[in-house]
């Protein structure tokens, strides 16, 4: 009876483990000992440290058994938040800022394989993710060989491509490797348009040796008419400001800051209001990254009022339609039998413009109901997110309305709101305590 009962519980621990994904209490260390002793790869979940909803939905997909199954048989499973003791360590030897979020996938060498940067409720997109990085395990030469090479001196211009490729596909930083292949490159190359194609596609910093060279490399590309199969357009300008940006809150170099901004206004000289609202767009990135509310509230005040309460609904939704129109036709069916019937599936994945600028007016009501109680500006937050809600109903856009109502005195209408975006938080299966406790003190 008592072997019974031994095996029972084994039995049981096994059903536990393969009924959601399994972290492991363990430190970076141990999980790397651990990797090395078994040879199993790392999963490391990087929790988002002010996005909870992207850890939420992380979690829900880690429920799932049959990613919980894949995981187990070859991955080690360990989670790190943002308080967590090992986050700094994660994020300096994967050289990753102190915001990142994703998933890790790390060979027994402790070489980064394979990143996913995103979340999602979706288990099977984890189970695609570690597909690719037990392919990558498999293959040749790794970042750390890579790594060893360049400490031992390769500096050979194939090289540093194949390493700066490789670094970028990682999600992993280029800027001063790309400066130093920049330096090394023979002179012969400014009029080489695969060079130039491969600056370009590393997106390099604004003001950099780089981003100064591209500007060569275009002129003499002209002059010998490539310009028509490979121009310099908005899409790498754009790229351009969005990894300045980041180097300028990374820095809190406002001055580097404004003349990201400046930079992006000036990819549009013919759109005069699409240039306007990419200058404070950019400004009130910076602002609010680096926690100067002053300014960027005084920016915001007017930034949403004349960008997006204007817009008509009808005509971004009809183009939200021809765009998924269009990405339906691009997209391969696959075919299911059911009996006698033939079924044809088309899965495509969009984020619609509404729901962007839902997103974008929520969480800029949002940042005036924290700060603010001025009555002028909390009903400028409510027109926000009431325009928000127009555009997409979101249960974080609900709370948001729900807070602002409330805050506003106007508790009945801000008790209805809060009700619908728990039902639609729980919904989706997601943890609506937070949302609970703000009812319960909202009655």
Same mark, same amino acid.
């Given at each position: ?20 994904? +399994? ?24 929790? &988002? ?34 308080? *967590? ?5 994660? +994020?300096?030897?994967?050289?990753? #800022? ?15 394989? *394979? ?6 409720? #979706?288990? !099977? @997109? ?61 002179? !012969? &190359? ?42 310099? *357009? ?20 406002? @001055?580097?800051?404004?003349? @990201? ?28 990254? @680096? ?46 039998? #059911? ?52 555009? *997409? ?40 305590? &937070?949302?609970?406790?703000?009812? #319960?003190?909202?009655?």
């Amino acid at each position: 009876m008592k072997k019974e009962l031994i095996l029972l519980i084994l039995l049981f621990l096994n059903i536990s483990l393969f009924s959601q994904v +399994n972290f492991e209490n363990l430190s970076l260390s141990e999980a790397f000992q651990k990797s090395k002793e078994t040879g199993k790869l790392i999963f490391l979940q990087l929790e &988002s440290s002010d996005c909870l909803q992207c850890n939420e939905v992380a979690d829900k997909a880690f429920t799932n058994k049959s990613l919980g199954e894949k995981l187990y048989q070859s991955f080690i499973c360990i989670k790190i938040s943002a308080n *967590h003791p090992d986050r700094e360590t994660a +994020n300096k030897l994967f050289n990753k #800022k102190t915001d990142s979020f994703g998933s890790f996938f790390i060979a027994p060498d402790n070489s980064l394989i *394979h990143v996913y940067n995103k979340t999602t409720t #979706k288990s !099977d @997109v984890y189970e695609k993710e570690a597909d690719i990085a037990l392919t990558k395990a498999g293959e040749g030469i790794r970042l750390i060989a890579l790594q060893n090479q360049y400490k031992e001196g390769n500096r050979s211009i194939g090289f540093l491509e194949l390493y700066l490729n490789t670094l970028k596909a990682l999600k992993l930083n280029t800027d001063d490797l790309l400066e130093e292949y920049i330096t090394l490159l023979p002179s !012969d &190359s400014i009029s080489s348009l695969k060079t130039f194609i491969f600056v370009i596609n590393m997106t390099p910093l604004l003001e950099s040796k780089a981003y100064e060279k591209i500007g060569k490399f275009y002129e003499t590309i002209n002059k010998k008419n490539y310009n028509g199969s490979y121009p310099f *357009h908005s899409t790498f300008k754009t790229a351009i400001a969005y990894k300045s940006l980041k180097k300028a809150i990374n820095e809190k170099d406002e @001055v580097y800051a404004i003349k @990201v901004a400046d930079y992006s206004r000036n990819i549009y000289p013919k759109e005069p209001e699409k240039a306007s609202k990419a200058y404070y767009s950019n400004l009130l990135e910076y602002y609010i990254s @680096v926690i100067d509310t002053v300014k960027y509230f005084k920016i915001a005040a007017f930034y949403f009022d004349r960008f997006y309460m204007d817009i008509s609904i009808d005509s971004i939704r009809k183009n939200d339609t021809i765009k998924m129109n269009e990405l339906a036709k691009k997209t391969t069916a696959k075919i299911e039998k #059911k009996g006698d019937s033939v079924i044809m599936r088309k899965e495509i994945s969009y984020k619609s413009e509404t729901q962007s600028l839902s997103n974008q007016l929520s969480e800029a009501a949002r940042y005036f109901f924290f700060f603010f109680s001025n009555q002028e500006y909390l009903l400028k937050a409510i027109n926000w997110a009431k325009k928000a809600l127009e555009f *997409h109903e979101s249960f974080t856009t609900q709370n948001t309305y729900a807070l602002l109502l409330n805050k506003k005195g106007q508790k009945q209408e801000a008790i209805s709101w809060q009700e619908k975006a728990i039902l639609l938080k729980k919904k989706y299966g997601l943890d609506t305590k &937070s949302l609970e406790k703000e009812l #319960k003190e909202m009655k």
